[in-house]
């Protein structure tokens, strides 16, 4: 895929900075959530699923990492990377997407180490906000009516940890689980 490949990712953080004249933010969102039942799996749907979820934001991160370390006045940019509830729960039909998330969350706390003082690395891990397309409505209530809260979650409830991470100047390597209580059910 040629927007996974090492010249994409300088590319993309080259005409950032060209345009924008710097860089402080990176959110690293892309992903793709596939249903992958075990037994089923390819050895080419791992390597593509890998390949977005994982490593694009790793190769990311590490070209935006001179720019961010410059970023505003000196003080330092933010990466957000978006994990996901899968990280912290075992589902079954999305093995890979789960350990890429999992992956996704020890990232954040590695980079965090590496990165700091100049630039501060934290995830997202939303639960219900983006359903899969084949998600039928007898699964689409259960996953209310399991939910603490009752209700699935936005994208505004993920926006609002997002701007919450990037104004908290003193947080770094931490995820914040944007569930509606998923979590903390059993």
Not at 25 to 33: C, G, P
Not at 96 to 123: C, E, S
């Amino acid at each position: 895929m040629e927007a996974l490949d090492e010249a994409s990712d300088v590319s993309l953080i080259a005409s950032v900075v060209d345009r924008m004249g710097a860089l402080d933010i990176l959110v690293n969102s892309a992903a793709v959530m596939v249903r992958t039942p075990f037994g089923e799996i390819t050895r080419q749907q791992w390597d593509d699923i890998f390949a977005l979820n994982l490593a694009a934001p790793f190769f990311l991160s590490q070209e935006a990492a001179p720019h961010l370390k410059r970023a505003r006045a000196g003080g330092g940019g933010a990466i957000v990377n978006i994990a996901d509830l899968a990280a912290y729960e075992t589902w079954p039909g999305y093995i890979p997407h789960g350990l890429t998330k999992g992956g996704i969350v020890q990232m954040t706390r590695a980079l965090a180490r590496v990165m700091a003082p100049d630039v501060r690395v934290n995830a997202i891990a939303p639960g219900t906000v983006l359903l899969p397309e084949d998600m039928s409505q007898r699964e689409t209530t259960h996953l209310v009516e399991t939910t603490p809260l009752k209700r699935n979650g936005t994208p505004e409830d993920v926006a609002a940890a997002m701007m919450f991470l990037l104004r908290a100047e003193y947080i770094t390597g931490e995820t914040i689980i944007v569930d509606g209580g998923r979590h903390v059910r059993r």
